[in-house]
């Protein structure tokens, strides 16, 4: 179980068509999932099962049952989620007409040069107003009313487990291994990447991870204009619901590249940006830089658990799931982390973050309760929860299914919810 301390309560909403939003970050609510995310059960196929990267990637469509996935009603896959006439729907154009666009910062919206990277050409570098993370890894926005980033774990000796660029086809072994290690690592997740591979994302809340947006396209953010970063973010948003349950209210930017135009957007969605404070670079590998030049980066970020760098402040880690390169590393890597980090935790985690997605169904144990939850109570379930804070455990999860009838329920206030049927809603502590 990847679940512990379960607290369970059931509620039934009724629900009436959604006519509009009174705010914008009402909008989560409109979405709908036939997926119960404390009760996943992933279809047991060679492409779930197998970890054979051939027969994982070999193309599935998704059990109807559980997504009904209507071209029509998506962005093209990888392409900018203004895509497909999205930029025209009713629901996207709803949630476009309830942002008051008048008070949207005034900030250009960047261009490429011709090799790809970002032409900063007469931007001021050095006073950097548009808290511009590009421009000087900026991290408190200049503007007032908007959502500052999170960008390192604050707790000593803590190393922040963030994978980008899922999901995909060929993670299985990453998973399993993940699992195996009780590790709940912060995964941010690409739009596309999801509707590609949704059991992927299945996967991901099944093993009590904690899933972020990675946007729909993966472009540099701020070179879309404002009615584009709406459609990365907002279709993203109903992607991860759709194979998932859940919402998410953090994301990370691409390349990290986000200023105070993107973060005013994406907090109207109620969004707050996540970035990183130590960069293994290891997607590059082995292109622009070789695996060795990574494992060096890794090598160097290990020995600071230990030799008094992080003795007042923890680290949050940009690493990838993307390749089987940057998932060997990984698997490489995370033994020698476990054992020179006191605690090797998630972002929700080392940052209290209880509610990391809209719904409040499921909830995130504070950092001093998760790592307080080291030994035995309450069964199986409690051995989850050792082994990421020491190292020293290893753990075998089953999947985070639920167990409604265990309870030491604390009962959270129901989310008000305005659909046409019943719901019903249980609270479970992911650790
Ligand atoms: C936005 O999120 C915060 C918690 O992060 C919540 O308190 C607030 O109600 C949300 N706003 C809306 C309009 O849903
Ligand atoms: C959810 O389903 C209802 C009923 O089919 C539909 O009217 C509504 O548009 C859907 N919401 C979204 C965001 O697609
Ligand atoms: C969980 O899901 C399975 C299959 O989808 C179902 O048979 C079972 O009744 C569900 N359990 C709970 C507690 O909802
Ligand atoms: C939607 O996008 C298309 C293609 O980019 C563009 O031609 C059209 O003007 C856009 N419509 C609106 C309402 O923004
Ligand atoms: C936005 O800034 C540009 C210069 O960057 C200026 O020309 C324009 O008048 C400004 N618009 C508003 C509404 O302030
Ligand atoms: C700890 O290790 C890192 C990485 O090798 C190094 O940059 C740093 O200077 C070391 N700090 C101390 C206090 O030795
Ligand atoms: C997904 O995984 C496949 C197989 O490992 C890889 O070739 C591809 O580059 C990945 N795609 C993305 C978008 O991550
Ligand atoms: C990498 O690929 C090999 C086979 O091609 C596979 O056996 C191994 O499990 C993969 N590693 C990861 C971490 O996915
Ligand atoms: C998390 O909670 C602990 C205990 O209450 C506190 O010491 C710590 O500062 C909190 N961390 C954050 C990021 O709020
Ligand atoms: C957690 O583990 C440590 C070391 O094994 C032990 O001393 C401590 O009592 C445990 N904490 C709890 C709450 O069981
Ligand atoms: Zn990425």
């Given amino acids: 179980m990847a679940i512990r301390g379960v607290k369970s309560f059931v509620t039934s909403v009724a629900l009436t068509q959604i006519i509009g939003f009174a ?8 979405f709908n999932s036939s997926i119960n995310p404390l009760n996943i059960t992933i279809p047991q196929i060679p492409q779930t099962t197998s970890i054979d990267p051939t027969t994982e990637c070999t193309y599935y469509n998704p059990d109807p049952s559980l997504f009904n996935v209507v071209a029509s009603e998506w962005p093209t896959s990888w392409d900018i989620a203004t895509s497909n006439g999205m930029n025209t729907s009713a629901e996207f154009t709803a949630v476009y007409n309830s942002i008051d666009w008048a008070n949207a910062p005034n900030i250009s919206v960047r261009t490429l040069s011709a090799d790809g990277s970002i032409d900063m050409t007469g931007y001021d570098t050095t006073n950097d107003p548009d808290c511009w993370w590009t421009s000087s890894t900026c991290t408190v926005p200049k503007l007032k009313d908007v959502n500052a980033d999170i960008y390192e774990c604050p707790e000593p000796e803590t190393w922040g487990l963030t994978y980008d660029d899922g999901p995909n086809c060929s993670h299985n072994a990453f998973y399993d291994y993940l699992q195996q290690q009780n590790l709940k690592a912060s995964m941010f997740y690409i739009g596309s990447n999801v509707l590609d591979w949704p059991y992927g994302a299945m996967r991901g809340v099944r093993d009590g991870h904690h899933i972020s947006s990675h946007t729909w396209s993966h472009r540099m953010m701020t070179t879309l204009t404002n009615q584009e970063l709406l459609a990365e973010f907002y279709y993203t948003q109903k992607a991860i619901h759709m194979a998932t349950g859940l919402t998410p209210r953090y ?4 390349y990290g590249d986000v200023d105070d ?7 109207q969605l109620n969004l707050t940006s996540i970035l ?13 830089e070789t695996v060795e030049q990574v494992q060096q980066s890794y090598d160097e970020f290990i020995q600071m658990g230990t030799n008094g760098s992080m003795s007042t402040h923890g680290n949050i880690v940009l690493t990838h799931e993307i390749t089987n ?6 698997l490489n890597n995370l033994p020698n982390i476990m054992k020179n980090y006191k605690h090797v935790v998630n972002v929700a985690v080392c940052s209290n973050i209880s509610y990391p997605y809209m719904e409040k169904t499921v909830a995130f144990p504070a950092f001093a309760e998760y790592v307080s939850q080291n030994s035995s109570s309450g069964g ?13 455990v290893t753990a075998t999860g089953n999947a985070a299914t639920q167990t409604s009838a265990s309870s030491d329920a604390s009962i959270l206030g129901a989310p008000s919810i305005l659909f046409t049927s019943l719901l019903f809603l249980s609270s479970v502590i992911y650790f």
């Fill in 261 to 267: 135009r993107v973060r005013w957007i994406a907090t």
């Fill in 380 to 392: 199986a379930a409690s051995s989850v929860l050792g082994s990421n804070t020491n190292g020293g």
């Fill in 251 to 254: 994301w990370r930017a691409p």
């Fill in 276 to 288: 990183w404070d130590y960069d293994t670079n290891d997607w590059a590998a082995p292109t622009t």
């Fill in 325 to 330: 390169v940057t998932m060997s590393l990984a």
């Fill in 23 to 30: 705010s914008a970050a009402e909008y989560w609510q409109a």
